[in-house]
């Protein structure tokens, strides 16, 4: 079985602080995203990699930044915590496009972050 | 606009019932389709996946349907158990490999 792990569950930040969340797979895939979730909107894309050091912006990419040294890890950074950056982030990984399951992503359980 | 829409946002059956959701899309070209479960406080999980040319898809008491004529895929849960309580998410993969999310339906079982 795939597994994602998140290194929090929940997490309580301040305003302006430095924040990681770190995200790590163990099913060897290419791919890893970064989203976020919020009441009554679909999952949002802010970061995606197809490849250690490789990142893609995604549909929300401005206060975020993120790391991929090593093929299972990928790291998401706020810089600066902001109050409307509180949400459920979600981690996941997907095989690569010629895999016969392309495109299917495998979802850690989530961080909730609080930003005060 | 590439758009995923779902309805109802909530619905709440007893135990045993079967129910129906609905998915509306609006993107195109499209490459397929997947249904997710997601559990509180957990990560969505899989349940099918249906090209543009499968009409239906079962898993267990999980029945997926599709229209691509019309852009339309239900979900469909037959006798349904407390377990079954959950959000279930659409998202339709596009021809740039861009996922487009719907915001999900919340299903409450009750006993």
């Known amino acids: 079985d795939v597994k994602v792990t998140q290194s929090s569950r929940y997490l309580v930040k301040r305003t302006g602080e430095k924040v990681f969340l770190e995200c790590v797979q163990d099913?060897?895939?290419?791919?890893m995203f970064w989203y976020r979730q919020d009441p009554g909107l679909g999952l949002r894309l802010i970061y995606f990699?197809?490849?250690?050091?490789?990142?893609e912006k995604g549909d929300i990419p401005e206060g975020y930044s993120v790391s991929r040294e090593k093929k299972e890890r990928f790291s998401l950074i706020l810089e600066s915590a902001s109050t409307n950056q509180t949400s459920m982030y979600l981690c996941a990984s997907s095989p690569p496009p010629t895999h016969m399951r392309s495109y299917e992503q495998y979802f850690g359980p989530g961080t909730r972050l609080t930003v005060t | 606009k590439n758009q995923v829409e779902q309805s109802p946002q909530s619905l709440i059956i007893l135990e045993g019932k079967n129910c129906t959701l609905q998915c509306n899309y609006t993107v195109s070209p499209f490459s397929n389709l997947r249904w997710y479960k997601q559990d509180t406080g957990r990560g969505p999980v899989s349940l099918t996946i249906m090209t543009f040319s499968e009409n239906t898809k079962s898993n267990g008491r999980y029945t997926a349907t599709l229209d691509a004529d019309t852009k339309q895929s239900s979900l469909h849960i037959t006798a349904s158990q407390l377990s079954d309580s959950a959000s279930y998410i659409c998202v339709v993969l596009g021809s740039n490999y861009q996922l487009i999310w719907g915001a999900g339906t919340k299903l409450i079982i009750k006993p």
């Open positions: 099913m060897d895939h290419e791919n």
């Open positions: 990699s197809y490849d250690v050091k490789m990142k």
